[in-house]
């Protein structure tokens, strides 16, 4: 406390710590501010390339260092700060999803993801939802440039992904292509992405996946990355366990600014009580709750009758992602790909 300051500090309301801005002086700072009391403490932030005053004096001259030290901030200013002190944010950035009917302009009635962020993708087994995702991150390769890693857990990456990507960039059956047009594919295949796979001993624990991930985004400069399924890594049976996986997952794509997409299947018993016309939703998937309130956007899939049902089940912000919206998706045999065909609740009623 203040009582065990040497007199000469402790007299003064605001104390100004205008340490070194290297990883010591960022200690230094911290020290200190812990000892002085961090809520009478400002801080000097040093410009881009000054590690301390002696370089800002040098670069840009007194007068610009007597305006940086008055200029100090309170110190936690990056966890409780008043509305004036954050920056105004940018505007949303956002990825199309490769669909005509979905990419219409918001206002108009489409909808979008976040560039940066936690997406779910959700509904019964073999109901298309990996089709979907996969043709998801193609659309983002080929669009947008956005390179992805895509993790082999319940498919192998030879032959099944080779085989499917292949596939999405032909846009057709890779047995018609010529030798030719498939090392053109596979040369551009090593580009658009990487492949998590299996640990030797076939566990994958929550530890791993984060290192894998990271490892992907920092060696391979993924944009996207592809967890399917997320039920099959080894946790804890408790939902908490689910909720801190996720937690951790947007943690990383907020720090290396990408987007994570997980699919996730729901519980046995929720899929036998289902009808086909019902509307499934993220509280539906195992642990729904955390998919439910964590994810940025959502979305479920489900067959009824010949079509696939999706429905855009969470946007986190209208304005930005467009509104819930219920989809009727059409599968072309030949190229597996899906197209939205329809849209309106209207489509479960008619079921």
């Not at 991930?213 to 996207?224: L, M, P, T, W």
């Amino acid at each position: 406390g203040s009582s065990e300051l040497l007199p000469d500090i402790a007299k003064f309301e605001t104390i100004i710590l205008a340490v070194d801005g290297d990883d010591k002086g960022q200690y230094l700072r911290d020290a200190l501010a812990a000892r002085i009391g961090d809520e009478r403490c400002l801080w000097v932030r040093w410009p881009e390339g000054c590690k301390d005053a002696n370089d800002a004096l040098l670069t840009y001259g007194p007068d610009n260092l007597r305006s940086m030290v008055w200029g100090a901030k309170r110190l936690w200013l990056d966890h409780v700060a008043r509305l004036s002190d954050i920056p105004d944010a940018g505007p949303e950035e956002v990825y199309t999803l490769g669909h005509p009917m979905m990419d219409v302009d918001i206002e108009a009635g489409g909808i979008r993801i976040p560039r940066v962020g936690f997406c779910t993708i959700s509904g019964p087994a073999n109901h298309g939802k990996s089709t979907f995702a996969r043709q998801l991150c193609w659309h983002l390769w080929a669009t947008y440039g956005a390179p992805f890693a895509i993790t082999a857990y319940e498919e192998t990456a030879k032959p099944t992904y080779l085989k499917e990507f292949r596939r999405l960039a032909l846009g057709g059956d890779p047995k018609l292509a010529t030798l030719t047009q498939i090392g053109e594919i596979d040369i551009q295949l090593d580009s658009a992405l990487v492949v998590i796979q299996r640990a030797p001993d076939g566990v994958v624990t929550p530890e791993q996946l984060m290192a894998n991930v990271e490892f992907a985004i920092r060696g391979y400069g993924s944009q996207v990355i592809l967890i399917d399924p997320a039920n099959e890594i080894e946790r804890d049976s408790n939902p908490e366990a689910t909720g801190k996986m996720i937690q951790e997952l947007k943690a990383l794509a907020d720090r290396y600014r990408v987007l994570i997409l997980c699919v996730a299947h729901p519980p046995v018993e929720i899929v036998r009580k289902r009808k086909a016309e019902d509307l499934w939703t993220l509280y539906d998937v195992e642990g729904g709750r955390h998919w439910a309130g964590k994810s940025d956007s959502g979305f479920m899939l489900w067959r009824l009758g010949e079509h696939t049902m999706l429905y855009a089940a969470k946007m986190k912000r209208f304005d930005d992602y467009g509104s819930r919206t219920l989809y009727q998706l059409a599968h072309d045999r030949p190229t597996n790909r899906l197209t939205a065909v329809a849209k309106g609740d209207h489509l479960l009623k008619q079921a």
